[in-house]
Structure formats: structure tokens, C-alpha cells
């Protein structure tokens, strides 16, 4: 095609940030010198794993050891597999879930069991939900090792409330609880329970991520807050000669810039509701409600493959999901306002050309 508005693709497939982080990231990079290149770590000469560590610690009011530092999320939820699930032992995932969550426990040797969400609305938009009395009954009676809760879920986009979550947590003391939140801060930025249930439950852990809020999904930079229980988990997380310090201190710099965030996390909320309103106005189309940076869309099986096509040829990549719980569905990266206009421009010209 001539005159493509982009010469490159436009990748909306991958739930990264097409924004990217704060300036000051950037700026930060060309001032790097031989102490965080060259050198190790001296944190731990204080006492402490990591000054990013300490600095979580403080702010949400815990020990410095109940936060775990990790290689993103895909890391710790390795590493807390690898740990502590026997072969043949159970862990409790989503049917509608993120591809690694279905294939983690296979490399120790243990399997899966899965709980559907529900189906229903939030104010006018449709919505997957958390089914708790399903999700318990599930729980009671496959008596799993580890759970997993995704929060908000990718790819549908819903969260699971505190309440219910609360409700939850006091069913399943037996179990080691991961709540995996690394879409946190594109639908709520709430943190409110997060040093009350980490007391109250010391199996849980609840983990997050510098890839997606804060658009580091390049350092590979995941924390966590473990409970009490998980002292094993700590030990074995821990890297005594640090980490990655050019990663930490960009990891420092995009917490401590909220203004950026919220500005790019605000945008992106406009172009949500855009979203909803436009896929609402296509037949055949439902778009979910989405606490996160990417919109599940389902749209009719019969124009996939040529949808794909068409958008393959403006550079626009969306990821077409196929999968047993999804055949009809596609998840759309949010990217910057003018990708967003531009894909829903394009998503329109094919239909109209279908039409035809
Ligand atoms: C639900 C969920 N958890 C965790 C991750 C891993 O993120 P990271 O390892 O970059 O922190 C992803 C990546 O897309 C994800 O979708």
C-alpha cells in the first residue's frame, strides 16, 4: 500500500505501552556511569536488598524482607511455582487467563485447575466478573496448593473487588494466594488493603510491575508483598549481589513521577470510553469493560481473517485471540490517541468495504 500512515507496525497486540515512561527515564539513561554499570550492589551492607525495596517498604508501612524484588511478574510467579508446588499438586487459575498461567505448573510437574469468570454488566458496558460462589466451591473441592487471582484479568479486564477478595482470602487460609495485579493503575490505583490483608493472610502475596503502568516492560522489573508465611520464598528470591541498578533506579524514577502517569493514564481512560462507544455502534461487536491497558472486543468469527488482513496492511497488529475460551474474541492494546483513532478509522473503512 502507498501512503501508509505508518511505515512501521504498530504493535497493539501486546498490552505494552506505546506512550512509553516518564521523560525523565530518558533523561536519566545519559547520565549513567561506571557505579551502576561496573559495580555491585552495597546495599545489602545496610541491611537491605535493594534501595527500590526499601523504598516500597517504607511507603506502604512494611519490613523491608516482606517486599520481593523479581525479573517482572513472569519471574516471581516462576520462582513461587518452582517453590513451593509439589509434582501432582494443584494450582487454581482462570480458564480465561494469561497464556503462562496455564503452562507454569507443568514444569514442576503439577497441573492446573481452572474457575470461570461470569458474564454480566458494569453501568451500561458488558463485563467479565469475578464469580466468588464459584470460585469457592471450586476451591473446597479440588483443595488446590496455590491460587491464582488476576487483577485486574488479562485478557478480559475485570477486577476482583476488595470485599471479595477479603471474603475470599478467609476461605482459603490453607493455600498460598497470588494476587497478580500488573495491570494495577489503569482502573483503580487503590492500595488500601494491600498492607491489611498481607497481615491478616500470611500465605498471600501480591504482585506487581514496573512493565505496564509504569511502561518499564523492558527492564524487567517486578515487586511483590509476601506475607509472613512465605519466609522460604524471600530467601530463595533473594539475589545477594543485587540487581539490575540501571532498572532500579528507572524503576525509581517512574514511581516518583505521578503527574506523567496520570496524565497518559487519563488519555488512555478517554480513548476507553471511544472504544466503548464506537465497537457499541458495530453489529456484531461487544467491547468488555476494562480496568487495564487493553480492551477485549468480541467481534463476528466471519470476518477475522480479513480484518486481520486489513489491518496487517496499514501496520496495525491486534491480537486475534485463539484459544479454547476465546474464538471469537480480540484483545486491543490501548496505544496513543492517535493509534486508537486511527485503528477504529480503519476497523469502520473495512466494514464499510465488507458492505460492499
Ligand atoms: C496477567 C499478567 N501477569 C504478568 C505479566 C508479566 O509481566 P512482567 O513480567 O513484564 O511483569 C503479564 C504480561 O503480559 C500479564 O499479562
Given at each position: 500500500m502507498n501512503n501508509l500512515k505508518y511505515k512501521t507496525i504498530q504493535y497493539l497486540d501486546r498490552n505494552e505501552s506505546q506512550y512509553g515512561p516518564t521523560p525523565k527515564c530518558f533523561e536519566y539513561l545519559k547520565t549513567v556511569g561506571i557505579e551502576e554499570l561496573a559495580w555491585y550492589s552495597r546495599d545489602f551492607s545496610r541491611g537491605v536488598k535493594s534501595k527500590l525495596s526499601e523504598r516500597i517498604a517504607k511507603d506502604f508501612g512494611f519490613?523491608?524482607?516482606q517486599i520481593i524484588i523479581s525479573y517482572g511478574s513472569e519471574d516471581i510467579l516462576k520462582q513461587l511455582i518452582h517453590r513451593y508446588l509439589a509434582r501432582g499438586e494443584k494450582v487454581l487459575i482462570p480458564k480465561e487467563a494469561w497464556w503462562y498461567y496455564k503452562k507454569v505448573a507443568y514444569e514442576v510437574g503439577g497441573f492446573n485447575v481452572e474457575y470461570p469468570m461470569k458474564k454480566g454488566k458494569i453501568g451500561k458496558i458488558d463485563s467479565y466478573l469475578y464469580d466468588l460462589d464459584k470460585l469457592i466451591k471450586i476451591y473446597d473441592r479440588e483443595k488446590p496448593r496455590i491460587v491464582i487471582i488476576a487483577s485486574?484479568?488479562?485478557?478480559?479486564?475485570n477486577m476482583i473487588s476488595k470485599e471479595e477478595l477479603g471474603k475470599f482470602l478467609d476461605v482459603c487460609r490453607g493455600a498460598i494466594v497470588m494476587i497478580d495485579e500488573a495491570y494495577w493503575g489503569f482502573g483503580s490505583k487503590d492500595n488500601s488493603y494491600v498492607k491489611p490483608y498481607i497481615d491478616e493472610f500470611p500465605n498471600l502475596i501480591i504482585c506487581r510491575t514496573f512493565s505496564k503502568y509504569f511502561a518499564l516492560a523492558g527492564t524487567r522489573m517486578g515487586f511483590s508483598f509476601a506475607g509472613n508465611n512465605l519466609e522460604e520464598l524471600k530467601g530463595y528470591t533473594t539475589r545477594y549481589l543485587g540487581y539490575n541498578l540501571v532498572s532500579e533506579n528507572l524503576s525509581l524514577i517512574a514511581y516518583d513521577d505521578n503527574k506523567y502517569y496520570e496524565k497518559v493514564t487519563g488519555m488512555m481512560q478517554e480513548d476507553k470510553e471511544y472504544f466503548y462507544k464506537e465497537f457499541n455502534k458495530m453489529k456484531g461487536f461487544t467491547p468488555y469493560k476494562s480496568f487495564a491497558n487493553f480492551m477485549l472486543v468480541d467481534m463476528p468469527a466471519g470476518i477475522r481473517k480479513d480484518l486481520d488482513k486489513f489491518l496487517k496492511e496499514r501496520n496495525l497488529l491486534i491480537k486475534f485471540l485463539d484459544e479454547e475460551a476465546f474464538k471469537t474474541e480480540t484483545r486491543i492494546t490501548l496505544g496513543t490517541r492517535e493509534q486508537n483513532y486511527y485503528l477504529i478509522d480503519s476497523i469502520k473503512e473495512f466494514l464499510k468495504k465488507a458492505k460492499h
Open positions: 519490613k523491608e524482607n485486574p484479568n488479562n485478557p478480559t479486564g
